[in-house]
């Protein structure tokens, strides 16, 4: 009978023979003797991290920069470029940084183009640079505020990873990590555009994610919660207390992130130990948006 067959145990020397089978199948020795902290290795990884001069692009900058990577760093403001270049030079990786308004579209290829020439093929695109319009909704919001936000947090994360992807897609090799938000999961009746735009994020990150698959480009997203920076800085004054108070209880860990602690999971995107990762959102939140 067939099924006292399948019922019967395995004998021991059958499963002997199995397990001598499995001893001996081909083992990547190479793969199993690398350290597995070499995976998070961004040596002679060429990084450019939008909005570096600020808050959160600042940390990142200086994180992968400690990793190994050469840096570029893309800001308006040329003495807050200069600054964190200085930094950035401290940590002995090659940098640079662009003055470049991302919201200038003609800005975009010069821009793409010069930190190719200076630095070669760019493996990591980190679109971090944003501005908010704390308008309080869309009874007040303006058609020029909404446009300059839509611009910065989405169509520029758009344009330049365009560019970005078709070099990577030719190397079959990149990484592009875009900045989403708590805003990302919610809505917002203070910024309504910043959140469309970062709600669009999720989505422009998952089509990306498909589209490059096939090239082993992986895109993915990191959703900061509330991180102290000059972006947040009006949430925490006096008139918005109430506001900061309900950030704090909503959050089980009950206080404000620090810019730093953003940088393992952009070092996890930007290497090789996520290279089977693509299409994620990675909330770093503090708990904010499991409530
Ligand atoms: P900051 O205001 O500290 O930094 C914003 C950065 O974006 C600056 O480096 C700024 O440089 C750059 N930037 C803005 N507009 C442009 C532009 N047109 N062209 C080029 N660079 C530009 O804010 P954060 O560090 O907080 O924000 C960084 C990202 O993180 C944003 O996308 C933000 O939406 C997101 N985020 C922040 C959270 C937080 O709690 N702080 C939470 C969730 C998401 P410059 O002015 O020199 O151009």
Request: proline share 4%.
């Given at each position: 009978m067939t099924g006292s067959l399948i019922l019967?145990?395995?004998?021991?020397?059958?499963?002997?023979?199995?397990?001598?089978?499995?001893?001996?199948?081909?083992?990547?020795?190479?793969?199993?003797?690398?350290?597995?902290?070499?995976?998070?290795?961004?040596n002679g990884r060429v990084v450019i991290?939008?909005?570096?001069?600020?808050?959160?692009?600042?940390?990142?900058?200086?994180?992968?920069?400690?990793?190994?990577?050469?840096?570029?760093?893309?800001?308006?403001?040329?003495?807050?470029?200069?600054?964190?270049?200085a930094e950035l030079g401290e940590t002995g990786s090659p940098a640079i940084a662009l003055r470049v308004d991302l919201s200038q579209r003609d800005q975009h290829g010069p821009a793409m183009q010069d930190i190719e020439r200076q630095m070669g093929p760019v493996d990591v695109l980190i679109n971090n640079a944003g501005i908010v319009s704390l308008s309080g909704g869309i009874l007040q919001e303006?058609?020029?505020d909404w446009d300059n936000v839509?611009?910065?947090?989405?169509?520029?994360?758009?344009?330049?990873?365009?560019?970005?992807?078709r070099s990577m897609a030719e190397r079959k090799t990149g990484?592009?990590?875009?900045?989403?938000s708590m805003y990302s999961y919610f809505g917002s009746a203070v910024a309504p555009s910043y959140s469309?735009?970062?709600?669009?994020?999720?989505?422009?990150?998952?089509?990306?994610?498909?589209?490059?698959?096939?090239?082993?480009?992986?895109?993915?997203a990191i959703a900061p919660g509330w991180f102290v920076t000059d972006m947040t800085a009006p949430v925490r004054s006096p008139e918005l207390k109430e506001m900061n108070d309900e950030i704090l209880?909503?959050?089980?860990?009950?206080?404000?992130?620090?810019?730093?602690?953003?940088?393992?999971?952009?070092?996890?995107?930007?290497?090789?130990?996520?290279?089977?990762?693509t299409g994620a959102m990675?909330?770093?939140d503090g708990g904010y948006s499991i409530r």
């Open positions: 019967k145990p395995a004998r021991w020397e059958d499963r002997a023979l199995l397990y001598s089978l499995r001893l001996s199948a081909p083992v990547n020795r190479k793969e199993h003797k690398m350290h597995p902290m070499k995976l998070f290795d961004l991290v939008t909005g570096g001069n600020g808050g959160i692009g600042r940390s990142l900058a200086l994180g992968v920069a400690k990793a190994g990577a050469s840096v570029a760093i893309v800001g308006r403001n040329e003495e807050k470029n200069q600054q964190v270049l303006s058609a020029e839509i611009e910065t947090q989405l169509n520029a994360v758009f344009l330049f990873s365009k560019l970005a992807a990484k592009i990590i875009n900045i989403g469309a735009a970062k709600g669009a994020i999720v989505q422009l990150t998952k089509s990306m994610a498909i589209e490059l698959a096939p090239y082993n480009v992986q895109v993915n209880s909503r959050t089980p860990a009950g206080r404000w992130g620090k810019t730093d602690e953003l940088v393992g999971t952009a070092i996890f995107l930007a290497s090789q130990a996520s290279d089977f990762v990675i909330p770093v």
